[in-house]
């Protein structure tokens, strides 16, 4: 299946089903003189707009790597998305607007039967391009069609008010118009507020899944000359475009072309099942040295008197040097960080006077196991 053509056949499919909305709409708002209505069909025409730019978005995002953008384009359909958040907020905020100027105008609507008909069509056919976009959006993880697909099922709920309001309307004249395009109004710059704020998480870079995260460690760790798999890093840059590294702890007797073999199988697992392109970093690791296996045993004490420490790794002594490295992962939750840091790493030159500790502090990235 081409993803790209796919979501601009279901935005298509989008723009014509908003047009006719917008134009059945439109008729039956003017000629009932309700603003509800008309600011309905003008919500239907920023759909339509939207799913024009994911079209445009879609595209643009499909463009080639070069020179200046070398990760490619991908990161384009986010801003689409923030886009169409725009739109929707300004399609919020005039509703809200002309809602309360018709409430002090006291502009007063008129009903039909065919009316009813039109805006209970209307309802349906919305909860169809809803739930058909929020389908496809998440088949083909496109966060503009699942932007598009939350709108529309906003849409059909506010249509159903605007259809309650009408019948209420006509047969106890109660007048609910004004009512009603605020409470549209305030639906529509909610539903704004969360595709903006969704577009903006991807585009500032979120974590890894969790689940994700997990798989892939378990996956790496599956060779057998991996002793454990940390630091693992992922940036998406779109759709099937993921650059990222990790480092996995290895013997340290291992000959360069055994860790080159093991790294380049990686990677290609990685790809192959993942479309993630990795870089393979090396912990070299000394398990089988006493002195080592004690050093680290100390260091884990310490460690365990801080809750928010959540990983130790990289761990090795380097005898020649009388130098022992290691990492340590906190909880984002932790504050006092260096404080800690510190602590630990005056209590293990305070046990081992004769050696040089080298501490790097991680965050972390990615679901630490």
Do not use: W
Not at 182 to 197: A, H, N, P, T
């Amino acid at each position: 299946m081409n993803r790209e053509k796919e979501i601009v056949k279901v935005s298509f499919i989008g723009i014509i089903g908003n047009v006719l909305l917008v134009v059945f709409k439109a008729i039956v708002g003017i000629f009932a003189h309700s603003v509800s209505i008309i600011l309905d069909a003008v919500n239907n025409l920023t759909d339509a707009l939207s799913s024009g730019i994911t079209i445009v978005g879609t595209k643009l995002s499909t463009k080639r790597p070069d020179k200046k953008h070398p990760y490619g384009h991908g990161r384009v359909e986010y801003l689409t998305s923030a886009i169409i958040a725009v739109i929707i907020l300004a399609a919020g905020g005039t509703a809200i607007y002309e809602s309360i100027k018709s409430l002090i105008d006291k502009t007063e609507a008129t009903y039909e039967i065919y009316s009813f008909v039109i805006i209970g069509v209307a309802v349906l056919v919305k909860i169809g391009l809803g739930l058909f976009f929020r389908y496809k959006g998440k088949k083909l993880r496109s966060e503009p069609l699942k932007g598009s697909g939350i709108d529309a099922l906003f849409d059909a709920i506010l249509s159903l008010s605007t259809l309650v309001g009408a019948i209420i309307s006509k047969y106890t004249g109660v007048h609910l118009e004004g009512y009603l395009g605020i409470l549209i109004g305030l639906f529509i710059l909610k539903s704004g507020i969360d595709v903006l704020r969704s577009s903006f998480s991807l585009i500032i870079g979120e974590r890894i899944d969790p689940a994700l995260s997990k798989q892939l460690k378990e996956e790496i760790k599956g060779f057998p000359e991996v002793h454990g798999v940390y630091d693992l890093i992922v940036n998406n840059y779109g759709e099937h475009r993921s650059i990222g590294s990790v480092h996995i702890g290895v013997d340290e007797t291992l000959q360069a072309k055994e860790i080159q073999r093991i790294e380049r199988e990686i990677q290609e697992l990685v790809f192959t099942k993942y479309g993630i392109i990795l870089t393979v970093g090396i912990y070299a690791e000394n398990q089988s040295n006493e002195l080592a296996v004690k050093i680290k045993e100390a260091l884990m004490q310490e460690v365990r008197k801080y809750p928010t420490i959540l990983q130790i790794h990289g761990f090795y002594l380097d005898e020649a040097k009388k130098t022992v490295t290691f990492d340590i992962v906190f909880d984002f939750e932790e504050k006092d960080y260096q404080n800690i840091k510190n602590s630990i790493l005056q209590s293990l030159q305070e046990a081992y006077p004769n050696f040089h500790f080298v501490c790097v502090i991680d965050q972390d990235i990615s679901l630490s196991i």
